[in-house]
């Protein structure tokens, strides 16, 4: 049997990268925090249907942790705080659009 790939798949990389986004919530948070240059909580949370306060804090907590997010705190009257993506955060972008595609297609 021929193979169709002939690059061989680092399997580590692979369970690595599925831990950092799998969950119900990483990617959609990962794409609605994409659509804005800065964006903060109380609208990140408007915009990801039905995720918790809590929730929402975990995730982004999460994809902070592994340098997905940024998490800017501005000490001004009133203080808040804006979440933006890294470059390796945006680097998920195109990966992101691909899964949105194939979604697509296979509800079709």
């Not at 039905?50 to 902070?64: A, C, F, N, P």
């Amino acid at each position: 049997m021929k193979k169709h790939n002939k690059r061989k798949i680092n399997e580590k990389h692979i369970e690595h990268a599925l831990k950092v986004l799998s969950g119900k919530w990483r990617l959609k948070v990962l794409w609605e925090v994409s659509s804005y240059e800065n964006i903060r909580f109380n609208q990140l949370q408007k915009n990801v249907n039905g995720i918790s306060s809590l929730m929402l804090t975990r995730v982004l907590k999460d994809l902070i942790d592994n340098k997905l997010v940024i998490r800017t705190q501005f000490n001004e009257v009133p203080p808040h705080v804006e979440y933006s993506l890294t470059d390796l955060g945006r680097s998920l972008c195109p990966i992101i659009r691909l899964l949105e595609d194939f979604g697509k297609k296979t509800l079709e």
